[in-house]
């Protein structure tokens, strides 16, 4: 006859006690369930006598089989053989293994219940056909359970027993229902060994309609969880750091952009700093901690956080809502378990908040990290952190958590570590007064949330760039002269997240301007004139600066005069691009996160100066217009060598949709506004090229446009 080949997708367990059961009839409640799709049943019966036991099992039997499905007995091999049903499941203080094979036989299908990776491994060992994992989550269903072992304890058998070649095949059973099936099953996998299934009591036994509660479990069995994300493509392939740091401008832009919900459930102490901070980063916020809320906002196309600095019992009620909401729609979710070690009532906190939703996201101080982690002894004291680990094992640390709850995981501190489990990175950028100020960390999580909004991107991408973003601005507010100390700074802070966002949107494009045009080219000297000013401008207010020539071997390298420019910007210089096509539109540029136009609702604004006007600034024009992006044509910063070409050009662009203007303008709209820092300092470059301007518009721009 040979061992049936079992699908364990949908596993039932009966139970025929009343708080299940009610006043129906087991075998009405178990046709419903195979109505609905159940794949496997196990007769589980704690009380009554045997020959009942035999009678219930035999019409059961009859049952299963007509619709194609194992049954399988739970501990009793005696009523197995009576029936002839297809197997036994058995725990690990019923009867051994050996022996229920050899009463069994071979073909027989024998479970057995597994909580440890010991356990798991003998079971296999010793035949099991499949292992019964658990408990997972605690659950009034079965009181005297040993061991409560989470998705983590799950995981860690599966890869154990993976390792070890074997094939058996596993469900995990405890607490399992419509709300965490999807997660319970995203989180215990691994990347070589998934679950086979999940055994249901309850959810299936106890439901009013057992054919339409294992109908949508097989559903959500089917279908992956919303808030499972493909990143393919957003950036999850990148795994140095300097490609990582080069992504970090588009992150920032694209909040800037999208101006995202970062829907905070925060503790008293930071709402108000929390939702400047989200404001400066180009972030919408909302403080709201009522959880039902979270089913309209979750719509809204944003972020939660849940920041549990002041849980109480109904906090805590309220997270579960929003998260569970959040986790639906697929949202995502960043979790700040501040002062997670500090009580007993905040650890407890922690479990419940763990093992009811997906978090996107957790980023808490060492202590913090180690709490969520779960082998911390430590007594955290209030919610600050201290330092017991070397940085190898921190990183370790945080490594081994994301890959356990397939997230992201931050350990903030003097060197912050992240990682989503595969890529870990370290980052040493902040600085001291950040720590002077309170909650300025819990205000991390709400960058980060803003960052991670979008769908489609490469989460541990977004969390790098929402740190860097948070922590290069508290650098370079402390730098300036008038803080004198975390008074000073706060506002400072602000300022810079504010600043360092507008930066990032658009650039500065310099096409051509080299050497052995200086002859050939009408008017060359007022083109560098206005690219000089130009660089300037870009330099004071951290505007990416995108360079070119054109066969650079043959017709030089972009003029000397330009060159200390170019030197200074340091990292704002993206691309310094040799090319033969006329178009600067190529990769880098194409590639570059200030232009990658994947998920941007709106383009970047770009400016142009170079030659010749009516071949490659056309053409770039042109290429960027296509791709969507604002394109800004400075008229006193592009020339020919035949002056009639220019006009020319730039009436065409213009009908094209560019914006022909000049380098002045372009300057004033970049500053926007009077009252920030660098205006002053803008301002006398202005004046000091007041008649080379002058000379350069009358020269290039006369009467053309
Ligand atoms: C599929 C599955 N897994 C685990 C169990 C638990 O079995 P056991 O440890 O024998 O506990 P009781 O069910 O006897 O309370 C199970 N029944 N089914
Ligand atoms: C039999 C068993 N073994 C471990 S937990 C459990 C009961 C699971 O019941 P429920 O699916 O209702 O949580």
Known sequence: MGKPKVDYSLYLVTDSTPAILGDRRLID???????????????????????????????????????????????????????????????????????????????????VTVSTVDEALKACEGGADYLGIGTVYATPTKTNTKEV????????????????????????????NESNLQRIVFQCGTAKKKLDGVAIVSAIMAAEDPDAAATRLGRLLRNPPAFQVDTRGAGSDITDA?????????????????????????????????????????????????????????????????????????????????????????RPVVFDPVGAGATSLRREAVKTIMANGYLDVIKGNEGEIKTVFGNSQEQQRGVDSSSTLDASQKAKL??????????????????????????TFAIDNGHEYLGLVTGTGCTLGTVISAAIAPRKTDRLGAVVAAILHFEIAAE??????????????????????????????????????????????????????????LLQAANALQIPIFVTTQNRARLGDTVQELQPLLKAAGPLLQANLDKTRFSMWLPPLTTSSHFSSSTKPRPSEVAIVGIESHICVTQTALDLLAAGHSVYVLAD??????????????????????????????????????AIPEFKGMVGVMKEAMAGTREALQGLVGSKI
Request: glycine share 10%; net charge negative.
């Open 242 to 330: 300097q490609s990582m740091v080069a992504l970090a401008p588009s992150v920032v832009q694209r909040v800037h952009e999208t101006t995202p919900l970062s829907h905070n459930m925060t503790n008293i102490v930071v709402q108000n700093i929390a939702a400047n901070v989200a404001l400066a980063v180009g972030a919408s916020p909302i403080m709201a901690g009522y959880g039902e809320e979270a089913p309209d906002l979750c719509k809204l196309g944003g972020a939660l956080v849940i920041n549990m600095g002041s849980v109480d019992p109904a906090g805590l009620a309220n997270y579960l809502k929003a998260l569970r909401a959040y986790n639906l729609a697929g």
């Open 476 to 533: 370079l507010a402390a730098s300036q002269p008038e803080i004198r100390g975390p008074g000073t700074f706060v506002p400072a802070f602000l300022d810079e997240l504010y600043r360092i966002r507008l930066a990032t949107a658009g650039g500065d494009l310099v096409c051509d301007i080299q050497e052995k045009f200086r002859t050939a080219i009408f008017e060359f000297d007022k083109v560098v004139f206005t690219t000089n000013k």
């Open 398 to 423: 945080v490594r081994e958590l994301a890959a356990r709850e397939k997230n992201v995981v931050v350990m903030t501190g003097k060197t912050d570590f992240v990682s989503d489990g595969v890529r």
């Open 637 to 674: 910063g592009v020339s020919s060598a035949n002056r009639e070409e220019v006009g020319v050009a730039l009436a065409r662009l213009r009908q094209a949709g560019a914006v022909v203007t000049t380098s002045e303008s372009w300057i004033y709209e970049c500053m926007g506004d009077a």
């Open 29 to 111: 409640v178990v046709k419903e369930a195979l109505g609905g799709g159940v794949t496997v049943v196990q007769l589980r019966e704690k009380t009554g006598d045997t020959a009942e036991l035999i009678s219930k099992a035999r019409e059961l039997h009859a049952l299963t089989q007509s619709y194609g499905v194992p049954l399988l007995i739970n501990d009793r091999v005696d009523v197995a053989l009576a029936v002839g049903c297809e197997g036994i499941h058995i725990g690990q203080d019923d009867m051994e293994l050996s022996t229920a094979r050899k009463l069994l036989g071979p073909d027989a299908i024998i479970g």
């Open 149 to 176: 072992i989470g998705a983590a304890g799950v995981r860690e058998i599966l890869a154990r027993i993976d390792d070890a070649g074997h094939k058996t095949q596993t469900v995990c059973i405890g607490g399992i």
